[in-house]
């Protein structure tokens, strides 16, 4: 079963207000800044990896993007990569992504630094659908959750990429 649809919506909106003594206040904006990917072209990005990690404290684990199931059971190879979303949940905790050591797909991080989201935040990168995304082949795959923390993490995780 393809992925049916899929949509990514990031919009964060701020003003800036300084006081002026014996004056209107001073504001700047409304400011926007805007991210989606709606309506993506699932004919392109075909399938998608959903999961909710539980890691212990001082644990890791590890994804292959070339062999995955997704959330119909189905086994799924990915040949290349769009998006991640990535939410630590809880009040404790440090979840570090890098690449797999065997592999490794170097993504949104280096070769051998990693990405941090603490207990309580989220992650997202996602790339333009019109383009190629990330390649996924037999020597960049892996993608490693490695939780730094003393305390057990739940990693909510879902990659959007494609099997064509």
């Known amino acids: ?3 049916s649809s899929f949509d ?6 701020f003003a800036f207000t300084v006081s002026v003594t ?3 206040d001073l504001t700047q904006g409304d400011n926007q800044v805007t991210f989606s990917l709606p ?4 004919s392109v990005w075909d399938d998608a990896y959903a999961a909710v990690l539980t890691i212990a404290a001082s644990g890791s684990t590890t994804i292959d993007l070339k062999s995955v199931t997704n959330l119909a059971g189905e086994s799924v190879a990915f ?3 769009l998006a991640i979303v990535v939410k630590v949940a809880g009040t404790s905790g440090v979840l ?6 065997s592999n490794g797909l170097v993504w949104f991080a280096g070769a ?12 997202t990168q996602a790339g333009d659908p019109t383009g190629s995304g990330i390649t996924v082949d037999a020597t960049h795959k892996t993608l490693t959750f490695a939780n730094t923390g003393a305390s057990s993490i739940d990693v909510t995780v879902v990659i959007v990429g494609s099997t064509l």
């Open 1 to 3: 079963m393809p992925l």
């Open 96 to 101: 570090k992504l890098t690449p797999g050591a």
């Open 112 to 123: 051998t630094d990693g990405h941090v989201v603490r207990a309580g935040e989220s992650f």
């Open 22 to 24: 014996n004056w209107a």
């Open 79 to 81: 040949t290349k990569a």
């Open 8 to 13: 990514l919506q990031v919009n964060n909106t």
């Open 39 to 42: 309506d993506l072209d699932t």
